[in-house]
């Protein structure tokens, strides 16, 4: 049985240090840019900490498949709904509306470069 | 304000304690022995912090300096080298 926490992984193998340049997708710096929102002292929505917090309840499986910044707004949405910030039927019918929207832009764009 | 338990030069032991919670002590170093380098200052808990909360108390929070081969099993580099990490004061016991 292990101690150690899933995250706390300071001093085990990691292999091969990636040390190539590349840039940020658009969705990451947004979510840089909510998690910094939510974090100035006008609103203190979420803290560093909260935001590490969260990370580390992901669970091991979750923490390794998701990238970093799909950490970072997994945490930040599990904080927020805790806290009542948003609701779970909020959140879930934006998503939706927003998933149907994308998909009805992606699909108009597809019938206009035919025609 | 509180009062500092531990003075630059100290030696301490990192508490070997596994909580639930969020912690910032590094598994690692856990059951360690150190010296203290320098006190860094008082700061808000970030184990309260962690959960929404105000986290006072503020703690003391320590330099501390561990000799690599006292941290690391087998260490092959050489034995002068040390390694700092910033330890809150609750999670370090004097050793005498």
Redesign the interface.
């Known amino acids: 049985m292990t101690l150690r926490r899933h995250h706390d992984m300071g001093g085990l193998d990691a292999g091969p240090v990636e040390d190539s340049e590349h840039d940020y997708a658009m969705w990451e710096k947004r979510v840089d840019a909510i998690v910094k929102v939510l974090s100035t002292p006008e609103r203190k929505l979420l803290s560093t900490d909260e935001l590490r917090r969260g990370i580390e309840e992901l669970g091991p499986g979750v923490y390794d498949e998701l990238n970093y910044y799909e950490r970072w707004i997994s945490s930040a949405t599990n904080i927020l709904l805790e806290k009542g910030v948003v609701s779970v039927d909020e959140l879930g019918r934006k998503m939706a509306e927003i998933e149907a929207r994308w998909t009805a832009d992606r699909e108009n764009l597809a019938s206009e470069t035919r025609s | 304000m509180s009062t500092k338990k531990f003075n630059p030069g100290d030696s301490v032991r990192v508490r070997e304690a596994?909580p639930?919670?969020?912690v910032r002590t590094?598994?690692?170093v856990r059951g360690c022995n150190g010296q203290i380098q320098q006190f860094v200052g008082s700061f808000a808990n970030?184990e309260e912090?962690?959960?929404?909360r105000d986290g006072k108390p503020e703690m003391q929070l320590y330099r501390v300096t561990f000799k690599q081969s006292d941290v690391?099993q087998g260490y092959q580099g050489p034995a002068a080298d040390t390694l700092v990490i910033d330890i809150y004061e609750h999670w370090l016991e004097p050793i005498s």
């Open positions: 596994y639930p919670g969020h590094p598994y690692f970030p912090l962690a959960y929404g690391w």
